[in-house]
């Protein structure tokens, strides 16, 4: 009796220190990869290697006791519980959450919230490398290294294929999966005759491809790309809007006529660009439109920081700034 006892106690202890393969990693977060690329415009491909590289696979200590998958320190900012390791320095803190999802969620919101991260939202959808090298001008890795180790990891797993995936294709599953979640943890936390409930993430709903619409960002701003046969009409009934929205936030007349692959904005764009983005060269065939298009940039914000009269017209070879003047 007591070599069964501890047969099945070496067996416990063996299937408890487990640890996840590089395949394994990909498989269990890659959803939640590209979810957050639908939602924030951060390549799928970048947020994986950097949590596999960040939390060697999800077996670091900080991922195991922290569910930190990106070695995200405490910072001034943060009022959530924390957990100490020696790192660059002794003691430091990090960031502690309850689950890995949490974790992932707060790695988006941290790189679209920090200024110095801005520039790398105007790099082209899938620019892998161009955010690796980015991240670590930026600062978010000392080591001089991390670019290639990124940028490695990629291409090694091909991890550039979610960059190109379709959320459909998962969508409808994730959904249910986190229904099971839901349930299953609403019965573990049951109390006497109430369930306590805990805050959800941000509905499944936020994250998806508005019917066959990809939803992509340009300064923090979310657009879709107008197909043959759109109209602003078909397009806000297509993905919920109000009519007049489309039209006032693309700054045309609701009869425009859209051509195929031209960016609808389906927010409203903002006052000045992305960090990084100071000015704009003027090329062939530009305008202020045409610019505050690009930017995702209101025009009379443009005319405001260039001291422009109204109907002031943009020289090839002239200097735009989209920022503040200097």
């Known amino acids: 009796m007591k070599k069964i006892i501890l047969g099945v106690l070496i067996l416990v202890n063996i299937v408890s220190n487990a640890q996840l393969s590089r395949k394994d990693y990909i498989k269990k977060y890659y959803k939640i990869a590209v979810r957050e690329m639908y939602e924030t ?156 409930i805990k805050k959800r993430p941000k509905p499944v709903e936020d994250y998806k491809i508005q019917l066959g619409y990809e939803i992509k960002t340009i300064n923090r701003v979310k657009y879709i790309t107008a197909k043959q046969g759109d109209t602003f009409k078909k397009l806000a009934k297509k993905i919920g809007k109000i009519t007049w929205e489309l039209p006032k936030y693309n700054e045309l007349p609701k009869n425009a006529k859209l051509k195929s692959g031209q960016v609808i904005y389906i927010q409203p764009k903002r006052n000045k660009a992305a960090f990084g983005n100071n000015y704009h060269i003027v090329g062939n065939g530009e305008s202020i439109y045409t610019i505050s298009q690009m930017y995702a940039v209101k025009t009379e914000s443009i005319k405001k920081i260039n001291g422009f009269s109204s109907n002031y017209k943009v020289k090839v070879g002239e200097k735009v700034w989209l920022r503040k003047k200097k």
């Open 41 to 196: 415009g951060i390549p799928a491909s970048i947020t994986l290697a950097q949590g596999m590289l960040e939390s060697n696979n999800g077996n670091s200590m900080l991922a195991v006791k922290a569910n930190n998958h990106f070695g995200i320190k405490c910072h001034s900012s943060w009022k959530g519980k924390k957990v100490y390791k020696d790192d660059d320095k002794r003691h430091e803190c990090f960031r502690k959450y309850k689950t890995a999802e949490e974790s992932y969620i707060d790695h988006s919101k941290f790189l679209v919230n920090q200024k110095r991260y801005q520039f790398l939202f105007s790099l082209k959808p899938g620019d892998y490398k161009g955010w690796a090298k980015g991240l670590k001008k930026a600062g978010y890795a000392t080591n001089s290294k991390y670019p290639a180790l990124l940028i490695k990891l990629v291409e090694d797993n091909k991890l550039y294929k979610y960059d190109k995936m379709d959320y459909k294709d998962f969508e409808k599953e994730y959904k249910e999966e986190k229904q099971e979640e839901l349930v299953a943890e609403q019965e573990e936390m049951q109390e006497g005759d109430e369930y306590i």
